[in-house]
Nanobody, 121 residues
Framework: QVQLVESGGGSVQAGGSLRLSCAAS????????MGWFRQAPGKEREGVAI???????KYADSVKGRFTISRDNVKNTLYLQMNSLKPEDTAMYYC???????????????WGQGTQVTVSS
């Protein structure tokens, strides 16, 4: 099992940017699919973006064109660059690792503890 630790969350105004990081306890090039998920109060956890070991990416429609996922297999770190943030992006953001190419959170077994992102209007 891999340990994942997120960082980079915070409070920003609408239109601002944040960069989230997720440090893995072992080499990310052997982790298959990695992704970012978020959960707002009272809502289910939803997939935001995923990336496979070759760098292929997939995004939720709500963040396409605004968020960019990337992975650095030398630093064993996953990133999420978030631009043009909206109040509806407010949530706890989690990184996860798994083996199924999907934005469905139920297929991921390894999770970080989360980092809070708050966007004010």
């Amino acid at each position: 099992q891999v340990q994942l630790v997120e960082s980079g969350g915070g409070s920003v105004q609408a239109g601002g940017s944040l960069r989230l990081s997720c440090a893995a306890s072992r080499a990310t090039d052997g982790l298959g699919c990695m992704g970012w998920f978020r959960q707002a109060p009272g809502k289910e956890r939803e997939g935001v973006a995923i990336i496979d070991s070759s760098g292929t990416t997939k995004y939720a429609d709500s963040v396409k064109g605004r968020f960019t996922i990337s992975r650095d297999n030398v630093k064993n770190t996953l990133y999420l660059q978030m631009n043009s943030l909206k109040p509806e992006d407010t949530a706890m953001y989690y990184c996860a690792a798994g083996w199924i190419w999907t934005l469905d959170a139920s297929f991921y077994a390894s999770w970080g503890q989360g980092t809070q992102v708050t966007v004010s209007s």
